[in-house]
């Protein structure tokens, strides 16, 4: 008698193919478990007690997955604004998400592309992630050995870190190409956000890089955060207008705070 396969989840949803590509960040890694087989082979039953994956919410016909928020929370190392904040948070994870698929989706109903970074582009980035955020200073990541230890002690490998600036690069593209026109980020204020924020997050005796050599960066930073700001209402709206589910009531997202509270 054929041994009977235990069932696996899948979503099926209409958008589903098509946004996992599109929307890389809420969707992050192909799992080996859902690989389809090649060729001829026959298909191996899985493993008995495998852990099977689950829909936590569901955006517009989108399912985000238990696994995504997983990955959320690990590639937050990498997010020098979250440097300070402590572990991110599922909920957290999971509101990060959310707004991202929404944003992905409004960029694929206007018919509108950020443009794809070049290899080089990323390449100069992960540079600057390896000898300048301080979570990776203290590991040496400029050095390969270094580096790779990073990686594997944060659950990570240098494909999924490369995928991940590459999504990020192109939703900071389109931010900027659709609400940056009128945004000014002063001297001041990079020096502020130097002196006030980054020094900060370096131990004593660790060496911290010049200002001149991390102002781009926090220019991109502070820009960010202004742009947050002035898409916050057009967020919300698409939240109105959309149909979002939390399935897992663990990760109910509470009310935002009042603008000046604390996050």
Not at 69 to 78: F, I, K, N, P, T
Not at 86 to 103: D, F, M, V, Y
Not at 142 to 147: A, D, K, L, P
């Amino acid at each position: 008698m054929t041994p009977r396969r235990p069932t696996r989840f899948s979503p099926n949803l209409p958008s589903r193919c098509a946004l996992a590509v599109a929307l890389f960040l809420a969707l992050f890694a192909i799992r080996g478990s859902a690989q389809e087989p090649q060729g001829g082979e026959a298909t191996q039953p899985p493993a008995l007690f495998t852990t099977l994956d689950r829909v936590v919410a569901v955006v517009n016909n989108h399912a985000i997955l238990s696994s995504d928020l997983d990955e959320e929370v690990q590639l937050s190392v990498l997010d020098p604004t979250q440097a300070g904040h402590g572990r991110l948070s599922r909920q957290k994870a999971l509101e990060l998400l959310i707004a991202r698929t929404l944003i992905q989706q409004q960029i694929r109903q206007e018919e509108e592309r950020a443009a794809e970074p070049s290899k080089a582009e990323i390449d100069a980035r992960l540079a600057e992630i390896r000898t300048q955020l301080p979570a990776c200073v203290r590991r040496s990541c400029s050095s390969e050995v270094g580096w790779n230890t990073f990686l594997t002690d944060h659950g990570l490998t240098s494909e999924r870190v490369e995928a991940y600036m590459r999504y990020r690069m192109q939703i900071l593209r389109f931010i900027e190409m659709r609400f940056r026109q009128g945004i000014r980020i002063s001297p001041q204020e990079v020096e502020e956000y130097y002196r006030g924020t980054l020094l900060p997050q370096y131990s004593p005796g660790e060496s911290a890089p010049p200002l001149a050599k991390v102002s781009v960066r926090i220019e991109e930073i502070l820009l960010q955060q202004q742009v947050n700001v002035l898409f916050d209402d057009w967020l919300s709206n698409l939240r109105k207008q959309g149909n979002i589910e939390v399935l897992d009531a663990s990760l109910e997202i509470a009310p935002r705070t009042e603008k000046g509270g604390q996050k």
